[in-house]
């Protein structure tokens, strides 16, 4: 078995590619931070049920060394899994683009704006909402919201006629911008929050989004799968501190124009 008191202990690269790479009871701020810092992020279980068959399903693989625990022994760990996929699905900053018919959409007729940091927690609930597994625990949601008021995680909110219709969340490390998650009651809307996210976070001097998972919707955006070790790599030159990203509520609309032009 192979235990370490904290993530700053834990050479992803060493990792299976598949699978939780650590089990670790901790979503404090601070331990959630250290973690994404890591290159690692959170799956907490929605209920003892899921708890339980963590247990089940991986005990052998950690008593044998090959998934760490991670925190104090006296803390049950089976309750949140720790992800650090290889490859790692990401997209530049210049990455993420908009389908030619959304773009022709928000140049002709939808009154879009977008806002960096008006909802942060709103953003949060709605991406749990009608989510199976619900892995947005209260206590992660939390956290969440703690490191958001430390300036370390931020929201994108797509607005129309003052209802918020799209958004994206995630946890900034430095140059590198890890998105949690993203939510749409519009067409098009978390795909506008992802490209919206890159201008912003471009301007303040970042570099890469992290999609965490991969999937055809992430691929639609622009991602790509980089090794594991290219990613880390990423992180482990990142400065410490956030970049301020801008916070102006901008239109939709500069978004679908040509690159050259915005």
Not at 68 to 78: F, K, N
Not at 201 to 217: I, N, T
Request: aromatic share 8%; proline share 8%; net charge neutral.
């Amino acid at each position: 078995m192979s235990r370490c008191r904290g993530w700053e202990a834990l050479d992803v690269l060493e990792a299976a590619p598949d699978g939780p790479v650590a089990f670790c009871a901790d979503l404090s701020p601070a331990g959630l931070l250290a973690a994404y810092r890591a290159g690692v992020y959170p799956f907490p279980a929605s209920d003892e049920y899921a708890r339980a068959l963590n247990e089940v399903v991986f005990a052998d693989q950690v008593q044998e060394g090959h998934i760490w625990l991670v925190g104090e022994e006296s803390a049950d760990p089976y309750a949140v899994s720790w992800w650090s996929p290889d490859p790692r699905p990401v997209l530049s900053v210049s990455g993420p683009h908009l389908s030619r018919s959304l773009a022709r959409q928000l140049r002709n007729r939808l009154p879009w704006s977008t806002s960096l940091d008006r909802r942060f927690e709103r953003v949060v609930r709605e991406c749990r909402a009608g989510r199976t597994p619900p892995w947005l625990t209260e206590e992660l949601i939390a956290s969440l919201v703690r490191l958001h008021e430390l300036g370390h995680a931020h929201s994108v909110e797509v607005w129309e006629d003052g209802n918020l219709v799209g958004g994206v969340f995630g946890v900034q490390v430095g140059s590198v911008f890890s998105m949690d998650s993203m939510f749409f009651h519009r067409s098009g809307a978390s795909k506008v929050a992802v490209t919206d996210l890159a201008a912003r976070f471009a301007q303040a001097g970042g570099v890469l989004l992290d999609a965490q998972r991969d999937s055809p919707h992430v691929r639609s955006l622009g991602g790509i799968l980089v090794p594991r070790e290219q990613y880390v790599r990423h992180l482990r030159r990142a400065p410490r501190d956030s970049l301020p990203m801008p916070t102006a509520t901008l239109p939709v609309r500069r978004l679908a124009q040509p690159a050259g032009s915005r």
